[in-house]
């Protein structure tokens, strides 16, 4: 037996949240974002539960060819596009489309003698200020694209910094009041929106939206719970108990000796630390489900185990499973305990957890 520690894809939880997004946002196409090993995800595992999107958003380009090479047609889009000359051949060749953000890529485009045509993603810089071209150099940029015969279809793009936001709808109706200032004259396709703009703001749907998170089950809404948006959680991350200790009051657990038994209490031992990609500053307190009941983490996160309190989980015991996300146990929810994001947890996971489906 090997230890028994897993990550659990739910391919039908993939396809639900794929067609939430549909219902969202009824009128644009779908480019999934598939990038980081589809947040942890496993890349061709997710095109294919993804593959009646119409397009992948990716940011490295092996992954992408490896995309074309399983015989994905779709759309796929580099979106920090290309960084040297000589990967120019590779998105001609494979057909890939390239997000340009900077003057060096335009340079490059230019030197290059293109046999076939690309397609590219302007983007525009309305306020995240991480990349894209200025207002004031935007238009020049696209300019120098549309004289440039090798360049097919051109679409204009942005991102935005804080529509996760819901307390404040200023700053998403600035950058789009910006964009929609800089393309107003321009009869090109647009794409703007990751989950959270694709759940909240429907005026920034345009052409293409781009959902990350949401695709994998997780609320991009600190105050929406991923079940109030209709999203299954994609991916559950199990264990076992492997060992159970019977404290005193007084006895500690675990490295540093940082959590202190106030009474008689049992400890499960968890397979399960940071070297699977359980977040080593978890801290004390941080939900867990042992035998389907929801319990904490107590003290230090080591290497290959945790913790876990079973003063109210008395049926458990060594072989007892053990849900660290998913299933049952949100991954915002532990995110949030350990001061972190879902994307984090989500992406974390190493190569020693086995993937299942
Ligand atoms: C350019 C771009 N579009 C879309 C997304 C998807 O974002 P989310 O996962 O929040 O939906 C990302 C993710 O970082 C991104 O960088």
Known sequence: MSR???????????????SVVRRYAKCARVMAVIKA???????????????????????????????????????????????????????????????????????????????????????????????????????????????NSAIDQITLMTHFACADNRNDRKEVIEQLQCFNSVVTNYDL????????????????????????????????????????????????????????????AGDTVGYGQTFCAKQIMR??????????????????GTPVLVNGVRTRIIGRVSMDMLHVDLSKVANAGIGSPVVFWGKGMPVEEVAQAAGTISYDLLCSLTQRVKIKT
């Open 267 to 284: 400890v499960g031992i968890v397979a399960g630390g940071y070297a699977d990609g359980y977040p080593r500053h978890a801290p004390t």
């Open 189 to 248: 396709p647009c794409s703007l929106a990751n989950s959270a703009a694709t759940l909240q703001y429907p005026e920034t749907h345009a052409d293409w939206v781009r959902p990350g998170i949401m695709l994998y089950g997780a609320s991009p809404f600190s105050d929406i719970s991923a079940s109030e948006l209709d999203l299954r959680p994609s991916m559950t991350f199990t264990s076992e108990i492997i060992a159970v200790q019977n404290l005193n």
């Open 4 to 18: 028994p520690i897993n990550a659990l894809i739910d391919l039908s939880a993939l396809k639900h949240n794929l």
């Open 37 to 147: 090993d589809a947040y942890g995800h496993g890349l061709l595992r997710a095109a294919e539960a993804f593959s009646s999107a119409d397009g992948f958003a990716i940011l490295e380009i092996d992954a992408a060819i490896h995309l074309r090479e399983a015989g994905y047609q779709h759309t796929i889009l580099l979106i920090e596009g290309f960084f040297s000359k000589s990967e120019l051949e590779l998105f001609e060749r494979y057909q890939l489309s390239a997000v340009i953000h900077n003057s060096k890529q335009l340079q490059m485009l230019s030197a290059y003698k293109l046999s076939g045509k690309l397609n590219v993603f302007l983007k525009l810089n309305t306020g995240m200020n991480r990349l894209g071209f200025t207002p004031e150099q935007f238009l020049k940029a696209l300019e120098t694209l549309q004289s």
